[in-house]
């Protein structure tokens, strides 16, 4: 099952606020590894097409070309460190999208889904949380109507994010505690409601809030300092009660393994591009069962890696807190579920994985044609 070619294609997603989390064009990149058997593992990659492109003509089809792509974890390694006298370290998004279309193709390969090349699906019904952000910008009301959304869908489990980001510490904690107060009054009491600070507050400042989101009931408080805080994170950690999470934005295994020495939060929350892909993740889920942490994967998103992180998630007995979904960055998941012959979709708030090889799906050549957007 030798590489042939990898390919990347931007593809339609939508372009309101919303979906502007960062600088430059948004849009969804398609990655797809064709084999010379035929065989095509995809992911998605990440958000600048000219640079992945760059990367893929340069740099990774020359080395990869040949090589068997059924080797997914040997070849994560050689991309994240080095073959031989030659060093490579290419960034972690761009190897994690490599990485789950190589275990796309390996599942595939033994007609096996991926949760079972993994050793395994403790179950393959997942509960999911909606998630939505960008709540800097909105007043309580229009948060709540998102929320609302949510629960016409079917969700029974939320999370509001403000999309602070650590260059805006501090810039309004009333009106995040006001929208958190609004959502959690509205929800019935047997619906869990999470906020995500996005890296938004100082030490004092997060503990404030945390304690106030106590009082009326959080189910976990997520990023409330910068990444890079580990030390000021203990401090957070040790003054609440609740529940506090972080690690969405960590680019290797050896950076989780610091902040649970250091920072010691409650909950990790990988994501699944950021960390490298399958293999990557592994790893992190591994060192989680080892520290005895919760595992609550970042993927507020749909589609092929939000399917990807859900097989491997489905694997750990303990793993039973809901997993992120969101449409806000990929559009709604019917737009997203058009791409595929067969889609996976979300049902009542939860998502049920298929026996499927792979990750279970294939693209809809037609579809993705339309969808094209070059």
């Given amino acids: 099952m030798k590489i042939k070619n990898i390919k990347v294609n931007r593809i339609k997603s939508p372009q309101e606020n919303n979906a502007r989390p960062f600088v430059g064009r948004p849009g969804k990149l398609l990655l797809q590894i064709e084999t010379e058997d035929g065989v095509t ?7 600048n097409l000219k640079i992945i492109q760059a990367y893929l003509d340069e740099l990774i089809n020359p080395l990869l070309k040949g090589l ?6 040997q070849i994560w390694e050689m991309l994240t460190f080095g073959h031989g006298q030659y060093a490579t370290k290419f960034p972690s998004q761009i190897v994690g999208a490599i990485d789950i279309a190589l275990w796309d193709i390996s599942g595939k390969s033994a007609n096996l889904p991926i949760y079972q090349l993994l050793g395994g699906a403790s179950r393959t019904e997942i509960p999911l949380y909606w998630s939505r952000g960008n709540g800097w910008s909105k007043t309580p009301e229009e948060m709540l109507e998102e929320v609302q959304e949510g629960y016409n869908k079917g969700y029974r489990a939320f999370k509001v994010r403000m999309d602070w ?5 501090d810039s309004n904690p009333e009106k995040d505690f006001a929208i958190f107060k609004k959502c959690r009054e509205w929800l019935p009491d047997d619906c869990p409601l999470s906020f995500d600070a996005n890296c938004g507050y100082s030490v004092p400042t997060a503990i404030e809030q945390g304690r106030k989101f106590e009082e009326i009931g959080i189910a976990h408080f997520e990023e409330p ?3 890079y805080d580990y030390l000021g994170l203990k401090q957070v950690v040790d003054a609440l009660d609740c529940a506090v999470s972080t690690g969405e ?3 290797s295994p050896w950076k989780f393994r610091d902040l649970i020495n250091l920072g010691n ?5 990988p ?3 950021n960390i490298g892909g399958l293999s990557g993740m592994m790893r992190v889920y591994e060192l989680a069962v080892l520290h005895n942490k919760i595992l609550m994967p970042h993927a507020p998103y749909s589609g092929a890696n939000s399917t990807a992180s859900l097989h491997l998630y489905s694997t750990i007995s303990n793993a039973v807190r809901p997993h992120e979904m969101s449409e806000e960055f990929t559009g709604p998941v019917e737009q997203v579920a058009s791409l595929f012959q067969e889609p996976i979709l979300p049902e009542n708030g939860k998502i049920s994985l298929p026996n499927r090889p792979g ?4 693209i809809d050549d037609k579809e993705f044609q339309k969808m094209l957007d070059e």
Wanted: aromatic share 2%; glycine share 8%.
């Fill in 271 to 273: 994501d699944i591009l």
């Fill in 249 to 251: 934005q960590e680019t």
């Fill in 165 to 169: 980001r650590s260059y805006r510490q």
């Fill in 68 to 73: 068997d792509a059924t080797r997914p974890r």
């Fill in 41 to 47: 593992g995809i992911a998605e990659a990440g958000r």
């Fill in 359 to 362: 990750l279970g799906l294939e």
């Fill in 225 to 227: 300092l910068p990444e």
């Fill in 265 to 269: 939060p409650d909950i990790l929350q």
